[in-house]
């Protein structure tokens, strides 16, 4: 999992793998170098995006808005910026 984060000056980087339109809202191990996150929402007009950092904001236990599209808008590989948390808070979290 070490491959998917950073640790930042701001908080952590955490680089995922979307699949839209799943039958739930679920973390789905790795792909890659990237978490893959399976979520409900299809990838129309940010609803996924929003999904993606609300899903990630809940299972971090901080607000939604301490969680930042950092890049990846179009894409389903994203990198989002989880602010003033530590890289070993969102190890444990997310393992």
């Known amino acids: 999992m070490a491959e998917c984060l950073s640790q930042t000056d701001k908080g952590v980087v955490l680089s995922v ?9 679920e973390l789905a191990g790795l792909q890659g170098e ?3 996150i399976r979520l409900t929402s299809p990838p129309v007009e ?15 236990g901080v607000a939604k808005s301490r969680v930042t599209l950092v890049s990846g808008d179009k894409s389903r590989h994203k990198r989002l910026l989880i602010e003033g948390v530590t890289l070993d808070e969102v190890r444990n979290k997310l393992l």
């Open 46 to 60: 940010g609803a996924a995006n929003k999904l993606c950092r609300e899903f990630l904001a809940k299972l971090l």
């Open 34 to 36: 990237s978490l893959k």
């Open 17 to 25: 793998h979307v699949q839209p339109r799943a039958s739930r809202n």
